[in-house]
């Protein structure tokens, strides 16, 4: 699977929308971005995923470069409970056995008053 | 809705001692991940099982050994506990063949003294 690069940490304004960035310049063409996040000693949790289109849900949005080399994790209007890790997970789907689901080291984003 | 229950929540052995820690998926998820968090570190991946069979190792020490019955739920035995064994333990399930949206459970917090 792709190696990603996260930065270590990223601070962020309440209200204010926060990017999180996440190279993968050696991503291969069937595989996926997965981000999670984990809020402090609680299971980390799903938030998004895609493949090459830019995708939108509820709790964010995702943006993949035209080469899909890179990625950023948008969350428009970040709040106090958005202070969490932030990983970025490379991996293709796997038939007849787990896909693998492996944690790098993240990005912490604080999001402040 | 149901979510991923791991028991205990908490855990607390001596070393040498042998722990077993229990993981109930979300109904119909066949495919179930454990992690290993030490403090300040990002979740390990330990070891996978799809439809019952491992599917995946990782970083799982020798001492310790999974499985995934025939209801799905799975258990991780750990022996010679270590003091370095201390950590919160995870647990995830997903559907294996509905990619890598995988839910967490709380965690076992895993002392040993």
């Known amino acids: 699977d792709a190696k990603t690069t996260q930065p270590t940490s990223m601070d962020c304004a309440e209200g204010r929308a926060a990017n999180l960035p996440c190279n993968h310049s050696?991503?291969?063409?069937?595989?996926?971005v997965y981000w999670y996040r984990q809020i402090h000693s609680q299971g980390p949790q799903y938030i998004i995923h895609?493949?090459?289109n830019n995708e939108t849900n509820e709790m964010a949005s995702l943006i993949i470069t035209e080469d899909r080399k890179s990625s950023t994790l948008i969350l428009p209007h970040a709040t106090l409970r958005d202070t969490a890790v932030y990983y970025c997970?490379?991996?293709?789907?796997?038939?007849?056995?787990?896909?693998?689901?492996?944690f790098g080291t993240g990005t912490r984003l604080q999001v402040t008053l | 809705a149901a979510g991923v229950i791991q028991s205990p929540r908490h855990l607390i052995k001596e070393k040498r001692e042998t722990a077993t820690l229990k993981c109930y998926p979300i109904?119909?998820?066949?495919?179930v991940y454990w992690y290993q968090q030490g403090p300040g570190q990002d979740p390990q991946f330990l070891i996978s099982?799809?439809?019952?069979?491992?599917?995946d190792k990782g970083s799982i020490p020798d001492r310790f050994s999974a499985q995934q019955f025939s209801d799905y739920h799975s258990e991780l035995n750990m022996s010679s506990l270590e003091l370095g064994d201390s950590a919160l333990y995870f647990c995830?399930?997903?559907?294996?063949?509905?990619?890598?949206?995988?839910?967490f459970g709380q965690g076992t917090r895993l002392t040993v003294v």
């Open positions: 895609g493949l090459k």
């Open positions: 050696t991503i291969s063409g069937n595989e996926y």
């Open positions: 099982f799809y439809e019952k069979m491992q599917s």
């Open positions: 995830a399930s997903s559907r294996g063949q509905g990619g890598l949206e995988a839910f």
């Open positions: 109904p119909r998820h066949d495919t």
């Open positions: 997970i490379v991996s293709r789907l796997r038939t007849g056995t787990a896909s693998k689901l492996t």
